[in-house]
């Protein structure tokens, strides 16, 4: 998919695509290039590990059923003995995530006169530009949904919180306190295990009286790693990281790419990371707490369990004549939704941005 920072209300005219004012003389010809040489475009990552449905014709929302974990040794019943009556177990670890998809819908209309006086494609180029914004919608909303899951507490299993340096809270956030490998590794662990972690904050960690799923990384559905550039560059400085010998490979050296796995984890960078600054509230919910630094909340997720996207209706473009005010519209429409499904499929690395 590909994306426009905001769409510019009013109609697309002569004047608005003709550029900035140039010089010529009548005898020294110009050459315009019909090819447009594109702005920087961002690359959306986090809808690619949601779990995705379509709803069909008739159908205004869906429900996904979701096993909440798997029965264990304190969930059943004592084992009868011989001759004795068998007591039986509830089944009562089934439920299910509602999501209904909202409308979202944006154009762009661009005049007859604006098209017949201007070298470039500008049909195309507004196409172009809505699949972009299409994309960008979609991936932001996955993102909101996994940094706005519910974290852990005391009884309940949540989303755990993995902190920069030496911080118990986003308030305690210092210059410095940056992602590390022993943080991925300590990220991957809760994943891992089924004892889940809480934070009073500003204060220590404990354990949970809750269980949580204890999740595995699988090729088909990877723990999956959202880090922005700062923190690639912190990795990318961290010979741990990324010297052959204890990477596995030099395949990261080669691409910078950090899509390899590294500890059994794909590391994805992507610039629609969330990001605060020291006058928002603090993303781990401290009351009154603002975040020590400017700072990233990266994401170490189990693909395909952790939040899902529904679709209502896939990006869909409509290209018409508009003769009474002499233009051509394009307008898109989509429709969409999401939803964590599992909490505790997800940790949250709160890190200084450098």
Known sequence: MKTIAELASGDTTSTTVRGSSITQYALQPTVWLKKIIEAAKKKHYFAQFAYQTELQPGQASVV????????????????????????????????????????????????????????????????EELTYYAGELVDIAVRDALVGATAATSS?????????????????????????????????????????????????????????????????????????????????????????????????IHSGEIGELYLGVKVIVSP??????????????????????????????KAGKAVALAWGQKPKLHAFDYPSELEKRIILELSYGTSVLHDDAIVWLDVAKE
Not at 275 to 297: A, I, Q, W
Request: hydrophobic share 30%; glycine share 8%.
């Open 272 to 301: 629609n990371v969330k990001s605060y600054s020291t006058s928002d509230s603090s993303p781990d919910g401290e009351s009154g707490g603002n975040p020590g630094v400017d700072m990233h909340r990266c994401v170490m997720i």
């Open 64 to 127: 996904i059923p979701k096993r909440s974990k798997m029965l264990g040794s304190g969930d059943y019943a004592s084992s009868a003995s011989e001759g004795a009556a068998v007591t039986y177990t509830k089944l009562n670890n089934l439920d299910g995530v509602q999501i209904t998809p909202s409308d979202y819908n944006y154009g762009i209309a661009i005049s007859y006169k604006a098209i017949r006086t201007n070298n470039i494609d500008l049909l195309r180029a507004a196409r």
């Open 156 to 252: 309940t299993a949540g989303a755990q919180t993995v902190y920069g340096g030496d911080a118990k809270a986003d308030s305690q956030l210092a210059a410095g306190d940056i992602l590390t490998t022993s943080m991925i590794a300590e990220a991957k662990r809760k994943l891992e295990s089924p004892d889940c972690k809480y934070w009073t904050l500003g204060s220590s960690e404990g354990t949970s009286s809750a269980t949580k799923n204890p999740w595995l990384s699988t090729p088909e559905e990877p723990f999956v790693l959202f880090i922005a550039p700062e923190q690639q560059e912190a990795l990318l400085n961290d010979t741990q990281f990324v010297n052959a010998s204890e990477y596995g490979s030099d395949k990261v």
